[in-house]
């Protein structure tokens, strides 16, 4: 004799227990198909600027996107007024490694301002995420080859990076 038919409490336990189940599948096999590095894509712009040098402050944009667990993304410097600044250009951001452990992710571009050839002219950025601030908030330091670190706050202005941005030269 089939113990549910007999004691339909159990039955109702049974099934339950099934669906409970089933639903800690269902948020496990969604979580582990969620890439990482997601979390760090959008467009990233800082509020403050920066002294690049001992006669330039500069604002950078930031877009980051990933392709597989690996991210990437463009570099733009721009003065006060968000117009591109004299003398710089825009810089692939690549290498872009993250740790989960951390919200935290490295990354490296070419300095987009012309400081130097090869690693001498690499900007490497450490930056961790607050997911929780309004706007999202990625802080941390770029360390330039040439220059020292530069501490920096981005704060999210979007969550998709707009096609025109990735156009880098």
Known sequence: MNPQVANPSLGKVVTATRALAFGLGLVASLEGCTNASE?????????QAVRLNATTDARLELGVGHYGPELVGVLRVEDAFGSPLAGC????V???LVRPDADAFTAFADDPC????GDSGRWAFDLTLDAN????????????A???PLEVVFEEID??????FKACP
């Open 39 to 47: 979390r760090f894509s959008g467009q990233w712009v800082m509020a």
């Open 89 to 92: 250009t825009c810089a692939v």
């Open 94 to 96: 690549e290498g872009g």
């Open 114 to 117: 012309g400081g130097g050839d």
């Open 133 to 144: 601030a309004e706007p999202r908030v990625l802080s941390g330091t770029i360390t330039r």
């Open 146 to 148: 040439d220059g020292g």
């Open 159 to 164: 969550s998709f990076v707009d096609p025109g």
